[in-house]
């Protein structure tokens, strides 16, 4: 006898990069959620989208789509910076890891960051870093990360 799947099952959310159409999905609601966003017209949202598109595989964004609400419900993305170092290295930084408050404990931010982990191993990087609150150190290190030196920011707005 087959029970009927519930809507936390793991078959309800899909991984996949960002679409043009994910704007409508709730993205850039879900992206402030995170930080500060602001409002962003249909046509900034695009021309970004191209913008990113063409870095290749130098930069990737991926979201989690609720496939029954038709709901972004988590991001992140990773950007490939080529070195000198390490025989001509890359390393993946990841940044913008966020998922919907009302879908949080369902291991989603895990799969975020196994999908971009993996991604940048699979395109030769020789790590992955990211920046992170004190808060969500102990998420990361259950994702694999360990602390190392000190973040340091300058902002210019």
């Given at each position: 006898m087959q029970t009927a799947k519930s809507p936390?099952?793991?078959?309800?959310?899909?991984i996949r990069k960002l679409e043009i159409s994910d704007k409508n999905k709730g993205f850039v609601d879900?992206?402030?959620?995170?930080?500060?966003?602001?409002?962003?017209?249909?046509?900034?949202?695009?021309?970004?989208f191209h913008e990113i598109a063409k870095c290749g595989d130098d930069h990737l964004i991926c979201v989690i789509e609720d496939?029954?609400?038709?709901?972004?419900?988590a991001t992140g993305s990773v950007f490939i910076e080529k070195k000198f170092i390490r025989?001509?290295?890359?390393?993946?930084?990841?940044?913008?890891?966020?998922?919907?408050s009302s879908v949080r404990g369902k291991k989603l931010g895990k799969k975020i960051i196994e999908f971009l982990s993996d991604y940048a191993r699979g395109i030769g990087c020789y790590k992955v870093i990211l920046d992170c609150s004190v808060d969500n150190v102990p998420f990361y290190e259950r994702c694999g990360f360990k602390q190392k030196e000190v973040q340091m920011v300058k902002y210019f707005i």
């Open positions: 936390t099952e793991e078959s309800v959310f899909e879900l992206l402030q959620q995170l930080t500060v966003c602001g409002a962003i017209s249909n046509e900034a949202f695009d021309e970004r496939k029954d609400l038709g709901k972004i419900v025989n001509c290295g890359k390393v993946g930084h990841v940044e913008d890891v966020v998922v919907d």
